[in-house]
């Protein structure tokens, strides 16, 4: 069963830049994958960041494209998610997630347990 | 941009109730949808993937339905278990949208 891990800070401070790894687990993404990275702000729904493919290509929200890098790193076996210009409205649990090892959907099968940031000087 | 417009925002049903959901999108998405449910402080669990397919290990009272712009989500007999949010989730052209949540309580 695959596994996932976020970490990185709880805190960052508005106009500063959130840095977030997601490590995997029980997978080496060397052999293929879709991953994303979502996130939910306090009591409100889902909402998706932005999505990895083993080709390369990466694809963003809209409404955050011009502030967020996603990348993946197969020596490490991570997922990094980089988001810029920082505002309390970005506070928020931050899910990394994967679809399954070789799956043909575009669903997210595994999800890590969420790391929760705040925005706030 | 696809927007996801599900409802109802909330319902309360009994156990052994047969409870539906409904999620629509503003363009024709095929059957790139999928359903998650969450659990108060969990990670959302994908349950219903490519509209109709249950995922491995997911009780068969939870079924999808649907294609184009209209998608229903069923369980059917509500168990106390699955008191839950439970979210649509679009994949169409790359980009991926969720709907905004049914939140589910036993009366």
């Known amino acids: 069963q695959v596994q996932l891990q976020e970490s990185g800070p709880g805190l960052v401070r508005p106009s500063g830049t959130l840095s977030l790894t997601c490590t995997v687990s029980r997978y080496s993404l060397s052999s293929g994958y879709y991953c994303g990275w979502i996130r939910q702000a306090p009591g409100e729904g889902l909402e998706w960041i932005g999505s990895l493919y083993h080709s390369g290509s990466s694809y963003y929200n809209p409404s955050l494209k011009s502030r967020v890098t996603m990348s993946v790193d197969t020596s490490k076996n991570q997922i990094s998610l980089r988001m810029r210009s920082m505002k309390a409205a970005d506070t928020a649990v931050y899910y990394c997630?994967?679809?399954?090892?070789?799956?043909?959907?575009?669903?997210?099968?595994?999800w890590g347990q969420g790391a929760l940031v705040t925005v706030s000087s | 941009d696809i927007q996801m417009t599900q409802s109802p925002s909330s319902l309360s049903a009994s156990v052994g109730d047969r409870v539906t959901i409904t999620c629509q999108a503003s363009q024709d998405i095929r059957i790139h949808l999928n359903w998650y449910q969450q659990k108060p402080g969990k990670a959302p669990k994908l349950l219903i993937y490519d509209a109709s397919n249950l995922q491995t290990g997911v009780p068969s009272r939870f079924s999808g339905s649907g294609s184009g712009t209209d998608f229903t989500f069923t369980i059917s007999g509500l168990q106390p278990e699955d008191i839950a949010t439970y979210y649509c989730q679009q994949y169409y052209n790359l980009l991926v949208s969720f709907g905004g949540g049914t939140k589910v309580e036993i009366k």
């Open positions: 997630a994967m679809a399954a090892p070789h799956s043909p959907r575009e669903a997210f099968d595994f």
